[in-house]
């Protein structure tokens, strides 16, 4: 089966500008999340998607990053404005529902550089 | 809330030595538990995974088996290769929070 697909794999930025990044998620799995990774730390999830509804968003930073998920499959994750903090690397994951739910599949992700 | 500590790293060894990386959480209810691995220039990938207390998750030679009572999922591999150089995580899901919560990682480096 085909896996998470992420573009773009890697992107640099300056300071105040916006970027997006995609995912397609496995086919048929209803759940989405985006998990952000700062170097040399473990994933944090950013927000969960259940179909095109948002599940859990509590640590997403809502002033600048925003996340949607047309009719239940593909999914954008957007930065604007960019801060040098936001350096890290984007994971998106797909699980199916019920039963597996918690087996979580990752994309090859997004880094970002911001300078 | 649920989070997981695992050992700091880097971890470097030989080839053919016996590996432990130490793993606890604090959860409330009854979590699922996960080794997830990520090669260099890889995405995450699970490794092995355990459900319920005393269930033992295995994959590739590695070992983890769910300790309720001392809340630990210590991982282990009783001879490692050069390929095991990874970051391994640890990780925990909760059917209440239904999310993955990941430790910090810990690099592990093999020697020939």
């Known amino acids: 089966e085909a896996g998470v697909a992420q573009s773009p794999r890697y992107k640099i930025i300056e300071k105040r500008q916006s970027v997006a990044f995609w995912c397609n998620p496995i086919s048929g799995h209803a759940t989405l999340y985006w998990y952000q990774q700062i170097l040399g730390q473990g994933p944090k999830l950013l927000i969960q998607f259940q179909n095109n509804g948002v599940v859990d968003d509590s640590q997403l930073p809502k002033d600048r990053f925003s996340a949607e998920r047309l009719k239940g499959v593909d999914s954008t994750l957007k930065i604007q404005p960019a801060k040098l903090e936001d350096s890290a690397v984007y994971l998106c994951?797909?699980?199916?529902?019920?039963?597996?739910?918690?087996?979580?599949?990752f994309g090859a992700g997004s880094r970002l550089t911001v300078l | 809330g649920d989070s997981v500590t695992q050992m700091e790293g880097p971890v470097t060894l030989s080839e053919e030595a016996f590996l432990t990386i130490n793993c606890t959480y604090t959860?409330?209810?009854?979590?699922?538990l996960f080794w997830y691995v990520q090669y260099p220039g890889e995405g995450l990938q699970l490794l092995l995974k355990?459900?319920?207390?005393?269930d033992k998750g295995s994959n590739k030679g590695f070992e983890a088996t769910y300790r309720k009572e001392t809340t630990s999922f210590h991982l282990e591999k009783g001879s490692v290769q050069v390929s095991d150089s990874a970051v391994y995580f640890c990780?925990?899901?909760?059917?209440?929070?239904?999310?993955?919560?990941f430790g910090q990682g810990t690099r592990l480096t093999i020697n020939p």
């Open positions: 959860a409330t209810g009854y979590p699922s």
């Open positions: 990780a925990l899901h909760t059917q209440g929070a239904q999310k993955l919560v």
């Open positions: 994951a797909s699980s199916l529902e019920g039963r597996g739910a918690n087996v979580l599949t």
């Open positions: 355990a459900t319920k207390a005393d």
